[in-house]
T-cell receptor
């Protein structure tokens, strides 16, 4: 499986934008870049995904580098509720295997 | 319900007993995943189903672990002769039709404690 690398932790002030980086230098042409987050004592929840173009939804934006070897999840205005572990995942299909492989993620702390 | 449902939400069992954990995926979702998460750790993949078949069982940690899915819907994860190291939160997720361009929806998990 292609691997992703994320910082272990980040801090941000409330109501400011947050940029969460992810490196995936071994990404293949068919890998989709997915982001999930896990709030304390919750199951993971989907945030956003993309292939090549930047993506926006109601939760966040995803900026994908032109060579696709890195991406950045952008929370435009962090709230206390955004404190969570954020996972960057590459999703591909390999001989019918569609598992989502979670790394260690980035623990985001929001400072009031 | 609208989401992935797991039961029980909490289970305490004695070492050596068998346990069954249940997952009800979102209706119509063909892909189903089991993960476990030990305290303070990341998510460990266990098994993936597409319909009733399991093309990937690579994550099952030992032959004490098994899972089945019937009717392309409900799945049961069974742990035989439970050990203390099996204590963890067991998470189930489902995804529509599988594939790279879809999102997965997670349940709230079953917290298993082996005493």
């Amino acid at each position: 499986d292609a691997k992703t690398t994320q910082p272990n932790s980040m801090e941000s002030n409330e109501e400011e934008p947050v940029h969460l980086p992810c490196n995936h230098s071994t990404i293949s042409g068919t890998d989709y870049i997915h982001w999930y987050r896990q709030l304390p004592s919750q199951g993971p929840e989907y945030v956003i995904h993309g292939l090549t173009s930047n993506v926006n939804n109601r939760m966040a934006s995803l900026a994908i580098a032109e060579d696709r070897k890195s991406s950045t999840l952008i929370l435009h205005r962090a709230t206390l509720r955004d404190a969570a572990v954020y996972y960057c995942i590459l999703r591909d299909v390999d001989f019918g295997n569609e598992k989502l492989t979670f790394g260690t993620g980035t623990r985001l702390t929001i400072i009031p | 319900g609208a989401g992935v449902s797991q039961s029980p939400s909490n289970k305490v069992t004695e070492k050596g007993k068998d346990v069954e954990l249940r997952c009800d995926p979102i209706s119509g979702h063909t892909a189903l995943y089991w993960y476990r998460q030990s305290l303070g750790q990341g998510l460990e993949f266990l098994i993936y189903f597409q319909g009733n078949s399991a093309p990937d069982k690579s994550g099952l940690p030992s032959d004490r672990f098994s899972a089945e899915r019937t009717g392309g819907s409900v799945s049961t994860l069974t742990i035989q002769r439970t050990q203390q190291e099996d204590s963890a939160v067991y998470l189930c997720a489902s995804s529509p039709q599988g594939g790279m361009n879809t999102e997965a929806f997670f349940g709230q998990g079953t917290r298993l404690t082996v005493v």
